[in-house]
């Protein structure tokens, strides 16, 4: 079933926040343990590691790109420079904090998530633009 909204201004932070939320009801959290890497197996008979890539980053992230599509255009560039330049101060935040031992055994997990979700927007901020 596909629902059609009629989006306002509020709306595209609701929608914003139902995106980051679907990642976690997708069964992921902040840790490599939940990477389900099965996902990029499914239906390819020969091993080609950039289509076994694209799956298991659409398996990951593909709830929260469903709903990114229903912003308009210029609300969506508007999220993915807003959430860009989140996760570029959390890198650089890390990246300061690169010698405490509690910063790469707790937030590298979270670390590579949010460059994950980072090259993905701007992938796609490139793309609308």
Request: charged content about 10%.
């Amino acid at each position: 079933m596909i629902y059609y909204f009629n989006l306002n201004e509020n709306d595209a932070h609701l929608l914003f926040l139902f995106s980051q939320s679907s990642f976690y009801h997708l069964g992921n959290s902040n840790s490599f343990v939940t990477i389900d890497i099965s996902s990029g197996f499914v239906g390819i008979p020969i091993y080609i590691p950039i289509i076994h890539g694209i799956f298991i980053y659409l398996s990951t992230y593909g709830l929260s790109i469903v709903w990114l599509f229903k912003l308009s255009k210029s609300e969506l560039i508007y999220y993915l420079i807003e959430i860009t330049l989140i996760n570029s101060t959390f890198v650089l935040c890390i990246l300061i904090q690169r010698y405490h031992l509690f910063v790469w055994t707790v937030f590298a997990p979270k670390l590579f998530y949010l460059c994950a979700q980072t090259a993905f927007n701007l992938f796609l901020l490139v793309l609308i633009k």
